[in-house]
């Protein structure tokens, strides 16, 4: 059987069609992408989308399928297996490679952020109960984090990883408490620093191993899909050694369904170099005997609405970025978004929020949602 024929039978189990009007559906520009899937998998597909080889009526519902199907499974290729060997054999994620995703990603364009996430320049899953947009919903995120930290006036917190400094900035100003947060992008920590000039804030220029102190507790959103499945434990052991006996650790991250050592090659090579999503089999590892499990609250499918967010907000930025912003970097963000957005729908990849204690609430703890 040629390629093209293997290529559109496994697309006919996922119900896509070459050249169909569905939404789901693909149009086909150039038949060596068949060949090009087959021999080199997802960062094939990926890579032939970002070159006009071929376009989905809708890019985020193709994926849904995709996923549901399980076809993501069969397009592994061997840079992938090539990864995985790596990640067993180096750490990928240590302090020297780690800089890789914040020189290539976090420090693209301020510009470019701001207009894509919005006021609150949160990168991370907005919370959509009750919102009516965007900014709402991130700021019902940013509650929602300072809610089930129980955070007080007052109370000294510790971020490990902050980005542009929102959550930051959000609980100094709504809940009075002071903030000591720590960051690798040198674009996100400029940014935060101006946000948060004249607040009890400060934005350290450091990786989060690096941090020191006493807490009354602990804010880790975003960052543990980039540490690495050999850092998993070295993050929880500084939140573990940083959070006041009483105090607590709330951790937000994207989750996968299975324990995996490496990342997507294609995110890999474009998006996220070194990232990779955690299973709840190696969280739980990774804080056994360090912590109390208080609550793990998954709202994943409020990440596809924040991607598709995100994704309109960049279509109407087009044309206003410099040159560098080609069509080729157009393509491959809307592949980035709308295939995360798919696969959230699909419900293969979650967001969690777990809150976890150092000894135990006494009297127990009251989840938030």
Not at 120 to 144: R, V
Request: contains cysteine.
């Amino acid at each position: 059987m040629n390629p093209q024929h293997l290529v559109q039978d496994l697309l006919e189990k996922a119900q896509v069609h070459v050249n169909g009007t569905d939404p789901g559906d693909i149009l086909v520009h150039n038949d060596r992408f068949y060949d090009r899937v087959l021999t080199e998998g997802s960062l094939g597909l990926g890579e032939s989308y970002m070159e006009g080889w071929w376009d989905a009526n809708q890019l985020d519902e193709f994926f849904f399928k995709f996923h549901t199907a399980g076809l993501d499974k069969a397009v592994r290729d061997k840079r992938l297996m090539l990864n995985m060997l790596q990640a067993r054999l180096f750490n990928m994620q240590n302090q020297r490679r780690s800089k890789r995703v914040a020189q290539r990603h976090y420090d693209l364009n301020n510009e470019f952020y701001e207009r894509m996430l919005g006021p609150h320049m949160q990168y991370t899953c907005a919370y959509w109960k009750g919102a009516q947009n965007l900014a709402e919903a991130q700021e019902q995120k940013l509650d929602l984090v300072c809610q089930k930290l129980q955070l007080k006036k007052g109370e000294r917190v510790l971020e490990l990883g902050c980005g542009w400094g929102g959550f930051a900035h959000y609980a100094a100003t709504h809940y009075g408490c002071s903030v000591v947060a720590y960051n690798i992008s040198e674009q996100q920590v400029a940014h935060a620093r101006r946000w948060c000039a004249g607040l009890p804030v400060e934005i350290r220029l450091s990786d989060y191993r690096d941090a020191t102190g006493e807490f009354d507790k602990v804010a880790a959103i975003g960052i543990c899909e980039h540490v690495g499945f050999k850092n998993y434990r070295a993050l929880m052991e500084v939140a573990h050694r940083t959070v006041k006996p009483h105090g607590l650790f709330l951790l937000h991250s994207i989750g996968n369904n299975a324990s995996a050592t490496t990342g997507d090659p294609w995110f890999d090579k474009y998006i996220f170099p070194g990232g990779m999503l955690p299973s709840v089999a190696q969280l739980s590892a990774a804080m056994d005997g360090l912590f109390v499990l208080e609550d793990w609250h998954n709202f994943g499918t409020d990440y596809d609405r924040t991607l598709l967010a995100w994704q309109e907000n960049t279509e109407r930025q087009r044309g206003q970025l410099p040159p560098s912003f080609d069509d080729r970097f157009t393509r491959m963000w809307r592949y980035y978004l709308l295939s995360l957005a798919g696969a959230f729908r699909a419900r293969t990849i979650h967001l969690w929020q777990i809150v976890m204690s150092k000894r135990g609430l006494l009297g127990g703890y009251e989840s938030v949602r």
